[in-house]
């Protein structure tokens, strides 16, 4: 799974190869206003958390070949004291909540007002729509499941 999220080298009219999105990562944009809540601040209640709603998967050819994951994105905060400082997610987890990012190579998950969180993070919401059709073999795995739960 992991090789299969990667950029991919795509040939550009310019002559040089450019970075771009495979053909799973073009499948994982599907999940654009699934909604979806957090799990690394400690509660597991998911009627005490905060809903967020993904605006898109990260990706950025500046990010080259590992993509825009939890080690390559990065951000300024500004200190108590008045400074500021460069984390890149992944430490910025682990500094603000004890909460070490196994996954980091996973692309990130934008929100539409809350920024950038880690693809383990997120636990999405039952009954979310999905608004694409399903291809032939999505629905014949979707009649075989139905089936195997009705054969008891």
């Known amino acids: 799974m992991r090789k299969a999220l990667l ?3 795509v040939d550009s009219k310019a002559g040089g190869g450019a970075w771009g999105m495979s053909e799973a990562f073009k499948a994982l ?5 699934i909604r ?14 905060k809903e967020y ?17 939890a080690r390559a994105v990065t ?6 004291d008045g400074s500021e400082k460069t984390y890149n997610v992944a430490q910025y987890y682990f500094e603000q909540y004890k909460f070490k ?9 934008e929100t539409t007002k809350a920024g950038f969180f880690p693809m383990e993070v997120c636990d999405v919401h039952r009954f979310n729509p999905y608004p694409f059709k399903l291809d032939p073999n999505q629905v014949w795995l979707l009649f075989w499941a139905r089936s195997r739960v009705h054969k008891g």
């Not at 979806?36 to 958390?49: K, Q, W």
Request: aromatic letters at 14%; glycine letters at 6%.
């Open 29 to 33: 944009r599907r999940l654009q206003n």
């Open 7 to 9: 950029p991919v080298k």
């Open 101 to 109: 990012v196994q996954y980091w190579f996973l692309p990130l998950v």
């Open 53 to 69: 709603k993904v605006k898109r998967i990260a990706f950025d050819p500046q990010y080259g070949e590992l993509g825009a994951n």
């Open 36 to 49: 979806f809540f957090v799990n690394h601040r400690g509660s597991t209640d998911a009627l005490a958390s």
């Open 75 to 80: 951000f300024k905060k500004k200190m108590p």
